[in-house]
DNA sequence: CTGCGGTTCTTGATCGATCCAATACGCAGC
DNA sequence: GCTGCGTATTGGATCGATCAAGAACCGCAG
């Protein structure tokens, strides 16, 4: 024998088929189709019979059979993003797994792909024209979203993370968590706590994802009739970003309390004040946004938004069966509202 | 028209066939297949009229139709873990990231898949049975690995992240990081800065892969004919871990500088010594392991041992060819070096 | 004993690609 | 012009499931 079989063995044995089990069980290939698919058009006895040939030859069907005659996969597509270094952005990780979790219990199951850098729209494109996926989960919609339109035109199903921002009326089914509940949110924390001047630290103006996060912190200020201006700054989603804008408004503006667009930003200011000899939560309040890993192990804590990504992966996967289902159901926006965690930072 | 039918559109085309490309090429189906998987078996001529039509009628092989006849997927199945929340363990994020754009290039998607918490083994007989994917990606190979033997008993092929600790000599393939030369590394870092009293953080004993990574640390100490006695501790992987850890060894064995075998770890150290008015990197140095998003972002930064985990990607699908191959190929193990992020804390 | 509605089960066709064996084609040599 | 040979191309069968019918079976009323 050679060492190629000793160590890999023979040609594995092919696995049981339909009609396999339909011979063990003394009846035709339809009626243990019916046995897996519409158990209650068999009678108790025969199903029986049937369950026991599945069972005792170990049987499921051929994934690629049953995909070619319903003409379904089965499979959800997911496309991913590039890691991004230095930034505390770490979402994906607990969706994704939220999203495998949900889809499996909806019978699904999650295909990553990651786009063609070149052109994003390539691996849909892929995908779609070898149906090879029944449906996608489109996460990047952070500046409007040209993938909507794109997949929409092409009749194919799917469900986005994140409001169709450019397009309120878009048909497409879609969930989010309300940014600027979280940002109220926080800031009617820091609020409660006593501060009073509130800084906010957010993104540049083009991003939408941002303006609707920081609304919710004027909203909050506004709601307690306090002033907003000179207290905010929008720039880049850097922890030296960070750190810039929040000692620039310490020297202009005297702020007790920041809240950060995200947990990166709010890593910037937490060493600003280390910087300073000043200590997040008792000199000055911090609270960022993501929940991310960093705000959760960062000495003394910092207080975020938590997205309650577990359900939105639930709720997606509820507008997917939807949409997919006949005829689809017209599913409308959900909108979720994030929790606060709080920390030693506020 | 009614509402579903203008939101969605009317029942989609049905995409094209080979048996439709065929027609407007003039040629026959088997032509047309032949111009997809074996393009040089065709005239030049012909097998421009084939391009052609193909583009035209923007048409790509049906994958259940072309994995039901070849009896493969092109898939490859990967078990993703719960987060963890509370610690800095973040490295699957990158993981899966490489492994989808290695898998890609090698023309493989990759399925996503949550065990069933009671039964691990479950997902994987589930997807192996109808099928449903080509091979595996095993990651949690901690303790030994029940899921080699079994898969492996199974004949199905798989490739593993981590080494198969509890048997040498398994015979499937493998891709690691040396963890050892990755804390010889951080240590050896440290002895060149001048530290001599280095100590070692690690996780408990029944931890093979913390077992390898300690081994590194005291290798480089007994390469320089330091003592390691007294200077290491064994504890949970948590922050609060790390911080008790490190504080006992400060009172105790006056150490100037901390390896530790996460991130997580690190985290508690820094907090100990923000708690003792110490600054890290000045007056203790502290160097982690794996470089999380945690080390990049947390003020001055902290010294961790990075793993090559584009690397790792690209040995594994590589591996996977090679055993997916006829006839599979026997894939040595492979080790990969890690290296080191320097930053603040050291 | 026949007829009938309803359930239960079976047979043949089908999804769209690839494998197989057989045929048409081109070209050199007699 | 015919044969031989290698290349290019073709039609038919096949993978394993589901769909769409039709057939067998059941009990029960006429």
Known sequence: MDTVSKVFGRIPPAPPTLADVAELAGVSRQTVSNAVNNPDLLRADTLLRV?????????????A???LRTRASHLIGLRIQPVQEGTANALMDRFVHSLVEASREAG???LLFSGDPIDALAGYDDLLRSTAVDAFIVTDTYLGNPQAAWLGARRAPFVAFGRPWDNPDAPHPWVDVDGAA???LATSHLLDKGHERIAWIGWRKDSF?????RAGWSRAMRARGLPTTGLASRVEDTVSSGRDAS????DEAQPSAFVCASDTLAMGVLRTLAERGLTAGRDVAVVGFDDSQVAQVVASGLTSVRQPLEDVAVEVVKALEGRLGHPPAIHPGVLLSPTLAVRGSS
């Open 51 to 63: 369950q026991q040939a599945i069972d005792q030859l170990g049987y499921s069907p051929n994934r």
């Open 247 to 250: 000692a620039v408004l310490l």
């Open 182 to 184: 979280g940002c109220d």
């Open 65 to 67: 059979a049953r995909n």
């Open 108 to 110: 699904y199951h999650v």
């Open 209 to 213: 994802i941002g303006e609707d996060r």
